[in-house]
């Protein structure tokens, strides 16, 4: 039985309860639920940031070049400081603490009844890219939470991705050498898309 969000703290702690499910490598869970919510990565352009070290402000600082554009510009990151809404920006501003709790309470009921099990970074995926989606977002610049292949990002088909500086980092997961976790990392890379 799923719980009936009332507020903002109700729902960050609903989503943070989901992190006792762990990490799950693979992509099943994310191909589902973005079905069920009618492929909402396929609705912007995007880019696609993995690395160790220096994702988060490669991706803020992209960002930031696409909204000085003049596009309405999607960020997804990880992790926040503070708050949960940090990790989910269009044009700077956070997504607001009602339409994290309106878009959980959605994702919920859309995903009743079926097998899936989100995990807590696979659910905050499925609400990054809806809400994307719904507000008709240009672009979306969008960091891995941890290795490449096998993140619940990786359901885009960025027009560039981006590798920044690798390290051992994670290594009970991606591997215990350095080209170990390049290979993770680098499943982010796409046919006949560019990568920097």
Avoid: C
């Avoid at 589902?32 to 600082?61: C, D, W, Y």
């Amino acid at each position: 039985m799923l719980p009936n969000l009332r507020d903002y703290n109700e729902t960050v702690n609903y989503l943070y309860h989901l992190r006792r499910l762990g990490i799950k490598l693979g992509l099943s869970n994310t191909k589902k639920v973005m079905s069920i919510l009618g492929e909402p990565q396929n609705s912007f352009r995007s880019v696609h940031i993995a690395g160790t070290n220096g994702k988060g402000s490669t991706a803020s600082a992209i960002a930031s070049i696409l909204t000085e554009s003049g596009f309405r510009v999607g960020l997804y990151t990880s992790p926040h400081l503070l708050s949960f809404t940090e990790r989910i920006k269009i044009n700077n501003r956070q997504i607001t603490e009602d339409k994290v709790l309106s878009l959980t309470s959605y994702i919920q009921d859309i995903t009743a009844g079926t097998d899936l099990q989100l995990t807590f970074f696979e659910f905050a995926t499925a609400i990054a890219f809806y809400y994307f989606a719904s507000e008709k977002v240009d672009w979306a610049v969008v960091e891995t939470g941890m290795g490449g292949r096998f993140d619940a990002t990786n359901v885009i088909l960025p027009d560039v991705s981006v590798i920044t500086s690798i390290g051992l980092d994670h290594s009970e997961f991606l591997g215990s050498s350095i080209s170990a976790i390049a290979f993770e990392k680098a499943g982010i890379i796409k046919p006949e898309t560019p990568v920097v």
